[in-house]
C-alpha cells in the first residue's frame, strides 16, 4: 500500500480548496449584484415588484439551500437539459446569496431616517437621485459588517456542493479520506482550512462593525 | 394675483380626515404664522404645499404652476419652494458644503464652481462660511439649521416653509436661527412658518393663521389675531402660551 505523508494529504486539499475559493467568490458577486437587483425590487414605488421579490427571498430563505441544489442539479435534468455539477452549483449559490444579501441590504436601506427621502424630496431629487446621492451612501455604511459577515455563510453553504459532486475542499476530504483511511486528521486538515478562510472574514466584520458604532456617527 | 393658492384642500389617512376644506391665498413677500394645537393639522398642511403628501381634494398652485401627483410637476414645484423641517435632515455623509451643493448639481446640473460659489454665498448669509467643511454632527443644533436653511436658499426657491423650526432646539440657540428667518423676511421672501414662537410671530410676521381641526379657524394680522381672538377656541389656545 502507498503511504502519504501529511504533506501529501494538504497539498491535495489546498488544491481543492481553490475551488471552494472560486466557488465562494462566483456565488457573492453573482448574489451581490442579483442581490442589488432584488434589493430595487424591493422597495421599488410598484407594489407588484415588491411582492414579486419579496416571493422570491421568502422561498429562498424558508427552503434548505441543499434541496435547491438538488432541483438545480435533479431539476433541470428532467428538461432534458444536462448540468454539470459546477454550473449547478454556481446558480444555486448565486440565487440564494442573492436573497439573503438583498434582504440585508433592504434592512441597510430602511434603516436610514424617513427625514432624509423628505428633505432630498423638498429640494426636488427624484427617486434615482435620492437613492444615488443620498440613501445609498448612508446605507452602504451600514451594510458593510453584516454584509461581510455574511459571506462566511456563503464559504460553508459550498460545502453542500460536495453532495451534487462538485470537487472543492470538503469533497476532496472525502476523496483523500477514502484512499488514506486516516478520516481524522484529513477532515481535521479541512476543518483547519476552512476555519482559515472563515475566521478573518468574522473577525473583520465584528472590528468594522465597532469601528462603524465608535468612528463619528456618519461619516 | 397670489403667488401660493390654496383651495378647499382635503386631505384624510384613512378614514380620518386631517385637512377638512383650506382655502389660504398668500400674496408674495408675505410672512405667514401658522399656530394651533398638536393634532390641528399645521405639519400636513405644509407637506401638502410641498408635495410630501397627496391631497385628496382641492388645489394647491405656487406662481401659477399647479400641484400635481407625478414627478415632473412635483419636481417643478419644489424648485419653487424650498422646506425646513424640524429635525434639520442635513445629509450626514456630506460635508456643510456639500450639502449645500448636492441639490444644485443633482437637481439643477448647476456645474460645480458655480454650486460651489453660490453655496459659498448662501452660507454666509446664515454666518456659517467658515463651517464649509465641518460635518453636519460637528455643528450645533442651531448651526445644522442654519445651514439646512442655507441649502434650501441654494436652490433659489421663491417661498420657503418652516415646519417648528426651532422645536427641536436648546432654548439658547433658537434665537440665531429665529435671527436668519427675520433677515430672509426683511428681504422680502415669502415664508409659511409653523411656529410656538408667538413673540416672533407677533414681530415678524404679516398674517397669523390659526388652525383647529383641520380648518383655518381664524386668520388676520398678528395685531388683530392676538390682541382680538374672535372664537373661544383661540382665545383658548392663546391662554396656553
Ligand atoms: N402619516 C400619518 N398617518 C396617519 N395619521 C397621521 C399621519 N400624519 C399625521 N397624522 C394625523 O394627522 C393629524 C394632524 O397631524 P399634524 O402632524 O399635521 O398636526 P400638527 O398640527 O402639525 O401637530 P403638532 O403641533 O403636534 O406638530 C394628527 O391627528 C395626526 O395623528
Ligand atoms: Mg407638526
Redo the contacts with the bound molecule.
Keep these: 500500500m502507498i503511504e502519504f505523508t501529511l504533506w501529501d494529504i494538504l497539498r491535495n486539499l489546498l488544491l481543492a480548496t481553490r475551488w471552494t475559493v472560486v466557488l465562494s467568490l462566483v456565488s457573492f458577486l453573482g448574489g451581490g449584484i442579483v442581490g442589488l437587483a432584488l434589493l430595487f425590487l424591493r422597495i421599488s414605488k410598484r407594489k407588484s415588484l415588491r411582492s414579486l421579490a419579496k416571493y422570491y427571498i421568502e422561498l429562498f430563505q424558508g427552503t434548505p439551500l441543499l434541496m435547491q441544489l438538488f432541483i438545480a442539479f435533479f431539476g433541470l435534468g428532467l428538461f432534458g437539459i444536462d448540468v454539470p455539477a459546477w454550473l449547478a452549483a454556481g446558480l444555486a449559490l448565486v440565487l440564494w446569496t442573492a436573497a439573503f444579501l438583498g434582504e440585508i441590504w433592504r434592512g441597510c436601506v430602511e434603516a436610514v431616517a424617513k427625514g432624509q427621502w423628505e428633505a432630498s424630496a423638498s429640494l426636488g431629487m427624484g427617486w434615482l437621485q435620492q437613492m444615488r446621492y443620498v440613501i445609498l451612501p448612508q446605507a452602504m455604511k451600514v451594510a458593510v459588517p453584516p454584509t461581510v459577515g455574511f459571506s462566511v455563510q456563503v464559504i460553508k453553504g459550498t460545502a453542500l456542493t460536495s453532495i451534487i459532486g462538485f470537487v472543492e475542499l470538503s469533497k476532496a476530504g472525502t476523496v483523500v479520506t477514502n484512499a488514506t483511511f486516516q478520516p481524522f486528521t484529513v477532515y481535521g486538515l479541512v476543518a483547519l482550512i476552512y476555519f482559515a478562510l472563515c475566521w478573518p472574514l468574522s473577525k473583520s466584520s465584528q472590528i468594522l462593525e465597532r469601528k462603524l458604532n465608535v468612528a463619528h456617527r456618519n461619516h | 394675483m397670489s403667488l401660493i393658492e390654496i383651495t378647499e384642500v382635503r386631505k384624510s389617512?384613512?378614514a380620518?380626515e386631517?385637512l377638512k376644506g383650506i382655502n389660504l391665498d398668500v400674496a408674495s413677500g408675505e410672512v405667514i404664522a401658522i399656530i394651533?394645537?398638536?393634532?390641528?393639522?399645521?405639519?400636513?398642511?405644509l407637506?401638502c404645499i410641498n408635495g410630501l403628501e397627496t391631497i385628496n381634494r382641492g388645489s394647491i398652485s405656487v406662481a401659477g404652476a399647479q400641484l400635481l401627483d407625478d414627478e415632473v410637476h412635483l419636481k417643478a414645484l419644489r424648485l419653487k419652494v424650498g422646506m425646513i423641517f424640524q429635525q434639520f435632515n442635513l445629509f450626514p455623509h456630506q460635508t456643510v458644503g456639500g450639502n449645500v451643493m448636492l441639490s444644485q448639481t443633482v437637481v439643477k446640473k448647476t456645474p460645480k464652481p458655480e454650486a460651489e460659489a453660490i453655496a459659498r454665498k448662501m452660507l454666509e448669509r446664515v454666518g456659517l462660511a467658515h463651517k464649509f467643511d465641518a460635518y453636519p454632527d460637528e455643528l450645533s443644533g442651531g448651526q445644522q439649521q442654519r445651514v439646512a436653511i442655507a441649502r434650501a436658499l441654494a436652490m433659489q426657491p421663491i417661498a420657503l416653509l418652516c415646519?417648528?423650526i426651532t422645536s427641536a432646539l436648546d432654548p439658547e440657540l433658537v434665537s440665531e436661527v429665529l435671527a436668519v428667518v427675520r433677515e430672509l423676511a426683511a428681504e422680502g421672501m415669502t415664508l409659511l412658518m409653523?411656529t410656538h414662537e408667538m413673540k416672533f410671530a407677533r414681530d415678524v410676521c404679516s398674517r397669523v393663521v390659526f388652525?383647529h381641526q383641520?380648518r383655518v379657524h381664524e386668520v388676520g394680522p398678528p395685531e388683530e389675531v392676538f390682541a382680538r381672538p374672535q372664537t373661544p377656541e383661540l382665545k383658548q389656545f392663546l391662554g396656553l402660551h
Excluded at chain 2, 394645537?37 to 398642511?45: A, E, F, Q, R, V
Aim: proline letters at 0%; charged letters at 25%.
Design positions: 389617512y384613512g380620518t386631517v394651533g394645537k398638536s393634532g390641528s393639522g399645521k405639519s400636513t398642511l407637506r415646519d417648528e409653523v388652525m383641520g
